[in-house]
């Protein structure tokens, strides 16, 4: 394929907030595709509803605009029917940890093979600024009345305990280090977090551009080693990374943590599922001039192993 550097971009209005960290995610991300050399047509970018969302209308691949917190679903179904697509999810704090947390779970324990990208702003942007679930307890950010009164979730220890196989953390505004992590979660077998640090200039005062700055260094810098070489060591790893994950003085960004040993879903379909994924379900004809037809071999061929013998 030849290598077109602004097959990426977009020529629509950006409708985010001078100086809002999605831009650094936005650059971050197109910058990832194009030089993982992928074609557009082969990418699906799903999102649900919030600033964060509307990413996929500045990105030139196929993308969904999906409900509020419902984007994994949305992006389970085109992977499974279309396991030729490179599937990312970009969502929102509440998107993704709120509304949408049971799904986060859920994907964990799949391992299917795609990435979520988490812009965490600590707040509900679109909505004015409410408490989201990665702000902290007991801070209070200008659009609240009281000092936060929920406990905060960490996606880090979260994705980790729920089975997600790569797990790192970015800051928007550092591009080239989160377009590398982002290159790497897109090529990891299984499923991929990315959990990145977004100032909200409009409506988080406290976690600025400035707070962060401060804050950040970098695991590699201390030479962290995320990668899982044998299964004995998971559990080792997985607590280990959990841990550092909450160091709050500091801010670690990095890969935390790397299991490429566990069959991904797709894997665990074909053991039971024969025909899959070459008989998948986005490709093969269900219909002819309208009416739709049964094609009693291609069924046989996808459930043989399912059908009882009642006689
Ligand atoms: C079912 C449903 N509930 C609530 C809303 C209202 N709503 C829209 S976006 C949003 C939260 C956005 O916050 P976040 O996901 O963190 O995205 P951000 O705007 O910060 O990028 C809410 C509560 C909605 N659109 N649909
Ligand atoms: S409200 Fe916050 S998250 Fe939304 S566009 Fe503005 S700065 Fe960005
Ligand atoms: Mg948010």
Known sequence: MEHNPGKYRTDLWIDWCPGCGNFGILASEIKALEELNLE???????????????IIHYINANGVHSLHGRAIPFAIGIKLVRPDLTVIVNGGDGD??????????ALGRRNLQMTIILHDNRVYGL???????TLPLGVKTKALAIPNIYTDINPIA???SSGYTFVARAYAFDSEHLKEIIKKAIMHRGVSLVDV???CVTFNDIHTADYFKKKIYKL????????VRDPKDIEEKALNAIRKSFEEEKIPVGIFYENSLLPTYEERLKNVIKSYPSI?????????????????????SVFSDFIIDTE
């Open 158 to 160: 979260l994705a980790i």
């Open 96 to 105: 993704l940890l709120g509304i949408g947390a049971g799904h986060f779970v």
């Open 127 to 133: 909505t004015k600024g409410q408490a989201a679930p």
């Open 197 to 199: 640090l977004q100032p």
């Open 220 to 227: 590699e810098d201390e030479g962290w080693d995320p990668v």
């Open 40 to 54: 557009p047509s082969k990418i699906a970018i799903v999102s649900g509803i919030g600033c964060s969302a509307k």
């Open 280 to 300: 998948s379900p986005g490709t093969t004809k269900i219909e002819v001039n309208g009416k739709s037809i049964f094609d009693r071999k291609l069924f046989e």
